[in-house]
Nanobody, 118 residues
Framework: QVQLVESGGGLVQAGGSLRLSCAASGSILSPNAMGWYRQAPGKQRELVATFTSGGSTNHADSVKGRFTIAGDNAKNTVYLQMNSLKPEDTAVYYC????????????WGQGTQVTVSS
């Protein structure tokens, strides 16, 4: 079964940067959208950013100007460049691939911890 494999999380000081990556472990039909979500302790999972197969991006207001999502449709890989990190960005970050229509799917990664110290 195909899985999404994330990497790049870790511990960083406030103001620092991290880059998350997510790729499918096997061959899949290209997703219509790839995205990043996060869940902080005691809070609901929230959308961080999305990248569509057409190249459109969307970022949550809380990360605009600091985070940038990028996707590689040929490699079915999505990245999240996180700059100017704040303690409130601390969360488990999950990647998500969605395909609609024929042979649709909704895949989630296992999550990678990002901790920002003040």
């Amino acid at each position: 079964q195909v899985q999404l494999v994330e990497s790049g999380g870790g511990l960083v000081q406030a103001g620092g940067s991290l880059r998350l990556s997510c790729a499918a472990s096997g061959s899949i039909l290209s997703p219509n959208a790839m995205g990043w979500y996060r869940q902080a302790p005691g809070k609901q999972r929230e959308l961080v950013a999305t990248f569509t197969s057409g190249g459109s991006t969307n970022h949550a207001d809380s990360v605009k100007g600091r985070f940038t999502i990028a996707g590689d449709n040929a490699k079915n890989t999505v990245y999240l460049q996180m700059n100017s990190l704040k303690p409130e960005d601390t969360a488990v970050y999950y990647c998500n691939f969605k395909k609609t229509g024929w042979l649709k799917y909704d895949l989630w990664g296992q999550g990678t911890q990002v901790t920002v110290s003040s």
